[in-house]
């Protein structure tokens, strides 16, 4: 009999509603966070809206409803979304992002590599992919050797930020552990050797604010080179002044 009912009804989809503080923007952060796009906001300001995510391509979509409330939100029990690939990839750009992650990725018994993060109104979303669906080739640590060569006057400043530049990106989930290494060539110029936790961490890296700012701060006070135009470059075993 329910069988029967659910057919000739054809009942399908769970769209949750969740109370937020601002509609606008809570669609704005489910929009930068996971990509999802307004399907529509109601009123002038909105106060009730939905965001949507997916098109059939990859599966079902995903609607969320929005309902703005002025009064005390009690957060849901948990709301679960599935990924298809590189759910790491997919945890720094959150991450990148600025969204507060409750649950980093962890490999689950039930066969789910899962992260929780929470969304506006305190309402916690854990997103999980099957294990071993991750993007390899994209997905492994990339090692780079950068080379700063200091502008008059800013010796000071530049090892001061070059100091903070890889905890601030492990901070981030955008540099793995790894502790990085900075040496200082003849000519002044700091060479500082680290870890990226990906190719897409380094992609993430150029669209997130604090980083960009960190970037202005490096602009200000060096120039970037590379080993070749180092006198120490050109011998097969460069010799630096570790820092």
Not at 22 to 32: H, L, M, S
Not at 125 to 136: K, N, P, S, V
Not at 169 to 191: H, K, N, P, Y
Not at 211 to 225: D, I, S
Request: proline share 7%; net charge negative; aromatic share 6%.
């Amino acid at each position: 009999m329910n069988a029967s009912l659910a057919r000739q009804h054809q009942i399908h989809g769970v769209q949750p509603v969740l109370p937020v503080p601002d509609v606008a923007a809570a669609a704005g952060w489910f929009c930068r966070t996971l990509g999802f796009a307004i399907d529509f906001l109601h009123g002038e300001p909105p106060h009730y809206g939905r965001v949507k995510l997916g098109d059939r391509r990859w599966g079902d979509p995903v609607f969320i409803h929005l309902q703005g409330t002025r009064e005390p939100i009690v957060p849901c029990g948990e709301i679960r979304l599935h990924a298809g690939h590189d759910i790491d990839g997919l945890h720094r750009h959150v991450l990148a992002c600025g969204a507060e992650v409750a649950e980093p990725p962890a490999d689950q018994p039930w066969g789910l590599r899962e992260f929780t993060i929470v969304a506006p109104g305190g309402h916690r979303l854990c997103i999980g992919a099957e294990i071993g669906h991750a993007d390899d080739a994209k997905a492994r640590p990339r090692a780079v050797i950068a080379c700063f060569k200091p502008r008059p006057g800013q010796e000071a400043a530049l090892l001061e930020v070059v100091r903070s530049h890889v905890p601030t990106l492990q901070r981030l989930g955008l540099a793995t552990d790894r502790a990085s290494l900075v040496m200082r060539a003849g000519d002044g110029t700091l060479v500082e050797a680290f870890e990226w936790v990906s190719a897409e961490a380094i992609d993430a890296a150029h669209r997130h604010p604090e980083v960009l700012a960190m970037w202005q701060v490096f602009e200000a006070a060096c120039e970037y080179t590379s080993l070749h135009d180092l006198a120490e470059g050109r011998h097969p075993f460069a010799e630096f002044e570790a820092l």
